[in-house]
């Protein structure tokens, strides 16, 4: 079980990665006013969610401590909010510049979440 989980963190890392390493592509695109949601977005946001999800499961079936659910359910709503954003205005050529960075801000600011919040 142990293997199976780690192999599902670094799926969940990669996820992240391409949610904010899609953000970072298009930031100089976003000072121009011209930055869009690329698909490795909305792709790495739906890996976080079907990945995080999994690793709860995970989490709950083994005999391991107690898992923070407060940390878990906030860091869920963060996700739908990144990734209904990013999902309804995927097919729109610009995207405004403080949702485009709104987006970016929450993703950066999941990641905190899950290394310092215990």
């Keep these: 079980m142990t293997v199976l989980t780690n192999v599902f963190v670094g799926l969940h890392i990669i996820g992240i990665a391409s949610l904010l390493g899609g953000f970072l592509t298009q930031m100089k695109a976003m000072g121009a006013g011209t930055a869009r949601f690329v698909p490795a977005m909305l792709h790495g946001a ?61 993703t950066t600011a999941n990641i905190f979440i899950a290394l310092l919040w215990h």
């Design 46 to 106: 739906l890996t976080m969610l079907v990945t995080g999800v999994l690793l709860v499961g995970f989490h709950e079936m083994g005999d391991g401590a107690p898992l923070n659910n407060i940390k878990i359910g906030v860091k869920l709503a963060v996700l739908f909010v990144v990734l209904a954003l990013v999902y309804v205005k995927r097919d729109e050529e610009r995207v405004e510049k403080g949702l485009f960075g709104a987006v970016g801000a929450l």
